[in-house]
């Protein structure tokens, strides 16, 4: 019956059965290129929402100086005059990046040593109350860093008599806290990082003649080296882009780290902002994380897609 319905229809003008799948196959494959465009659409407006700022940021950097907040999207004149005023010998910002350097570098080497360590026990070893542990340990990071300036300034100055300490200015004082802050981070994502990673490597390791410190060196910390690399560079991006402590405890313009330091740039007149020469610091102070990730893209993009049998 349904024959002759077609046929009959086919005969009258109508639409066969193969048009019909046809022009369904069409509509579909419309839809699938209409969904595409509007995800390309989507990315590129993503792409563009994190590029712009850092954009702007590098066009105004390569104004006169005298332009000051203008709107032009592209510098007209381009000057490097504003990256010579960066390094002009009263801000002494070659000097706070080195600070920076060594702060953010330092902190991070103890984060991954101290984390890694207290991350495999956690992962590994049972113990009672170890939920709760875990769970202290990531409450630590949850504090404001303003709630506990008063009582390390106190402490750092050698306020307290059982703990005469006198850090103001020093390395320790901008490095312990931010340590106190990266640690806990570390411990926690490196955690559910390692139980992902099967025993039985290590006990493979050990039945081939090595020991335990042998096997976690060989075997599970490569294979551990995607979570490593990335709490690394997450650990290194907010302790070199952190302001309060280091504005608390590293008052004295030697021990400025680079947002101090930038936030204490004057123009001319000691009374006016320079733009030019804030927007050049901050493309300065943002290549080194840029270079960062680049070097270490390749070595966490090949650790993801690597199995524990690989």
């Not at 207290?118 to 504090?143: D, E, H």
């Amino acid at each position: 019956m349904s024959t002759d319905v077609t046929v009959a229809s086919s005969a009258q003008g109508g639409t066969t059965e193969e048009e019909l799948q046809h022009l369904q196959r069409n509509s579909g494959s419309g839809k699938q290129r209409a969904g595409r465009i509007l995800a390309y659409i989507g990315m590129a407006l993503i792409v563009l929402y994190c590029i712009l700022p850092f954009y702007w940021m590098v066009v105004s950097s390569l104004r006169l100086p005298t332009m000051g907040r203008s709107t032009d999207l592209i510098p007209n004149p381009a000057s490097v005059e504003n990256y010579a005023a960066v390094f002009a010998p009263g801000n002494n910002f070659a000097r706070s990046l080195l600070n920076s350097l060594i702060v953010s570098g330092v902190t991070t080497v103890l984060t991954l040593v101290l984390g890694i360590l207290g991350a495999y026990a956690l992962a590994r070893l049972r113990f009672a109350l170890k939920g709760i542990v875990l769970g202290i340990i990531i409450a630590c990071s949850m504090f404001p860093q303003v709630t506990l300036l008063i009582p390390l300034l106190k402490m750092f100055t050698g306020t307290y008599e059982w703990l005469p300490l006198n850090w103001m200015n020093t390395y320790q004082a901008l490095i312990l806290p931010s340590l106190s802050f990266a640690l806990p981070l570390c411990v926690w994502n490196l955690t559910a990082f390692f139980r992902q990673l099967p025993v039985e490597l290590e006990y493979a390791a050990m039945v081939d003649g090595c020991g335990p410190m042998q096997a976690f060196f060989r075997v599970i910390l490569p294979l551990a080296a995607p979570g490593v690399f990335t709490t690394a560079i997450i650990t290194f991006i907010a302790v070199w882009n952190e302001f309060m402590i280091a504005l608390t405890f590293g008052q004295d313009k030697d021990m400025n780290t680079a947002t101090v330091a930038i936030s204490k740039f004057t123009g001319a007149t000691g009374f006016d902002t320079p733009y030019g020469t804030i927007m050049a610091a901050g493309v300065i102070v943002t290549v080194p994380l840029i270079i960062a990730v680049l070097l270490f893209q390749r070595r966490i993009v090949a650790g993801l897609t690597a199995g524990g049998v690989k």
